[in-house]
């Protein structure tokens, strides 16, 4: 059974930096993708990691939020920089389920329809 558990959001301050992980104490997945939603708007896809540690990212987070990973840790981490205001959102964690060996070529959070199993989500606050 896939659990998802995001942890590390919080309210900082513009410009101040976060670092976002994402566990399954059980299994590690073939593909993790990170988003955001923030109130009132749709979901963003922000970035995604696969088990060759495959990283790719939406247009408008690169050179800004990082995504890396510690197998032996089951974990997934984002790491938020330089943030503002406009970052803020409740930022969930979602896997596909397939196990780490399963050798894929998708994992991209621009396909977000290949997620099927979602956390609960962190809050981030960014005050100005």
């Known amino acids: 059974q896939v659990q998802l558990a995001e942890s590390g959001g919080g309210s900082v301050q513009a410009g101040d930096s976060l670092k976002l992980a994402c566990v399954d104490p059980?299994?590690?997945?073939?593909?993790v993708g990170w988003f955001r939603q923030a109130p009132g708007k749709e979901r963003d896809g922000l970035a995604a990691?696969?088990?060759?540690?495959?990283?790719k990212y939406a247009d408008s987070v690169k050179g800004r939020f990082t995504i890396s990973q510690a197998a032996a840790k089951n974990t997934v981490y984002l790491k938020l920089n330089n943030l503002s205001a406009e970052h803020t959102a409740m930022y969930y964690c979602a896997t596909d389920g397939m196990p780490a060996t399963y050798g894929g070529t998708w994992c991209d959070s621009g396909r977000p329809g290949e997620f099927r199993y979602w956390g609960q989500g962190t809050q981030v606050t960014v005050s100005s």
């Open positions: 990691i696969d088990a060759d540690d495959d990283r």
């Open positions: 059980k299994y590690n997945y073939y593909c």
